[in-house]
C-alpha cells in the first residue's frame, strides 16, 4: 500500500476525506494552517485534527504555527471577497509547504482536505495541487471530497467524535 502524506486542514474535514483514503493509502497526516487566527482558534482546529488522526490511527505532523508565512503570502489582497485572489494565495501556500515536506519526507503522493468545505471549489484547488506537484516530482491525488455525501458524511462522523466545528474558513479577514 502506497503511502501519503495528506493535508488536513481541520479536524471535520479530515473525517471523511480520511475516511475513503485510508483503504487504499497509509496515510499520513499534515497540518500547516498559518492562516488560521486567532491563535484559540488554531490550536482548538488543531485538537480536532489531532483527535481525527487518533480515531483512524494516523500519524500526524504538526508544522510549526507561522501567521506570518500566511500574511506576506496575502500581502496586498486583503481587500478580496471570500472565495477570490486572496484565498487562491492560501491555498497555494499551504499546498506548496505539504509539497515540499512530502518531498523532503520521501512522500511521492500528497492529498488535501481543502476540497470537503461547502465553499471551498475543487476546480480551483486542484489545478493548484497538480501544479505544484509538478513542481515537486510528486503526484497530487484531487477529489472534490464533498461529493457523494462527502460533506454529509463528515457532519455524521464530527457529531460522532465531538469535534469542535468552525464558523468561518480561518483568516481573521474570513470572519467578516
Not at 499534515?30 to 491563535?39: A, G, K, L, V
Not at 506576506?72 to 487562491?88: D, H, I, K, M, T
Not at 471549489?121 to 497530487?140: C, D, Q, T, W
Request: proline share 4%; net charge negative.
Amino acid at each position: 500500500m502506497e503511502q501519503i502524506l495528506l493535508h488536513i486542514c481541520c479536524g471535520p474535514c479530515g473525517t471523511s476525506v480520511i475516511e475513503r483514503l485510508h483503504d487504499t493509502y497509509r496515510i499520513h497526516g499534515y497540518f500547516f494552517n498559518p492562516n488560521i487566527q486567532p491563535e484559540d482558534e488554531y490550536n482548538r482546529r488543531l485538537e480536532s485534527a489531532c483527535d481525527v488522526a487518533d480515531y483512524f490511527g494516523i500519524p500526524m505532523t504538526i508544522a510549526d504555527y507561522d501567521t506570518g508565512q500566511y500574511e506576506e503570502a496575502v500581502s496586498g489582497y486583503e481587500q478580496e471577497p471570500e472565495n477570490g485572489a486572496r484565498c487562491l494565495l492560501c491555498y497555494r501556500l499551504r499546498l506548496e509547504e505539504t509539497a515540499r515536506f512530502a518531498r523532503d519526507n520521501g512522500f511521492s503522493i500528497f492529498a488535501s482536505t481543502l476540497t470537503l468545505g461547502p465553499q471551498k471549489r475543487a476546480s480551483v484547488i486542484n489545478p493548484i495541487g497538480h501544479e505544484i506537484a509538478g513542481k515537486y516530482g510528486l503526484r497530487f491525488i484531487d477529489g472534490d471530497w464533498k461529493k457523494q455525501d462527502g460533506f454529509k458524511r463528515s457532519l455524521e462522523l464530527s457529531r460522532t467524535l465531538k469535534l469542535y466545528r468552525q464558523k468561518y474558513c480561518g483568516c481573521l479577514l474570513s470572519i467578516r
